[in-house]
């Protein structure tokens, strides 16, 4: 039996949630690669993984940003009006990484996609078709993710999350650590 195809509906609504849950404690944006930062205003956007041994350090060095606003400021009469210049994370939806602690990355379908809905895909762990244009943007959002967590893990003891909604850096090795701790 063949996949199901996924095809981008240009519908805005993964443009108009990037924050999840507020009720969460710790919130993330959109994902962002420093030269993706740029796209943004200044305003929109805060740092999202750090290398150093303190933030304050002059040698302390932001690899990732994120996008804070809850819409796409890009977002006009749900489209997208830099589709074609978009960042990664956008290019790869609805695809997410999911990171396994020692085991690497692997990657889920956010499954509040209007076309997977439309499709009557309802997990996370599904499968679905897409397209050679579509598979070369999360074939390089996941090489991009690798790279950068390589950089956390041979650093562990020197990455830092930025929480947004505390606007405070955390130890990377503290909230693995609170992960866990949940699980049990």
């Given at each position: 039996m063949a996949l199901p195809e996924f095809k981008c509906l240009q519908c805005g609504k993964c443009c108009s949630s990037y924050q999840g849950n507020k009720s969460s404690s710790k919130?993330?944006?959109i994902s962002l690669?420093?030269?993706?930062?740029?796209?943004?205003?200044?305003?929109?956007?805060?740092?999202?993984?750090?290398?150093?041994?303190?933030p304050t350090d002059k040698k302390f060095r932001i690899i990732a940003y994120q996008m804070i606003e809850?819409?796409?400021?890009?977002l006009k009469h749900n489209k997208c009006v830099i589709y074609e210049k978009r960042p990664i994370a956008c290019r790869s939806f609805p695809l997410y990484p999911f990171i396994l602690i020692g085991k690497g990355i692997t990657m889920k379908l956010d499954t509040y996609c209007t076309a997977l809905?439309?499709?009557?895909?309802?997990?996370?762990?599904?499968?679905v078709a897409f397209t050679k244009t579509s598979l070369v943007n999360e074939l390089f959002y996941v090489k991009k993710l690798s790279k950068l967590s390589f950089q956390i893990l041979k650093r562990i003891r020197r990455a830092w999350i930025f929480d947004s909604?505390?606007?405070?850096?955390?130890?990377f090795r503290d909230t693995v650590a609170r992960s866990r701790s949940f699980k049990r």
């Open positions: 919130r993330t944006g690669f420093p030269k993706e930062r740029k796209l943004f205003p200044e305003d929109s956007i805060k740092p999202q993984v750090g290398i150093g041994r303190k809850d819409t796409c400021p890009f809905e439309k499709l009557g895909m309802t997990k996370p762990d599904e499968r909604s505390s606007d405070k850096w955390i130890r």
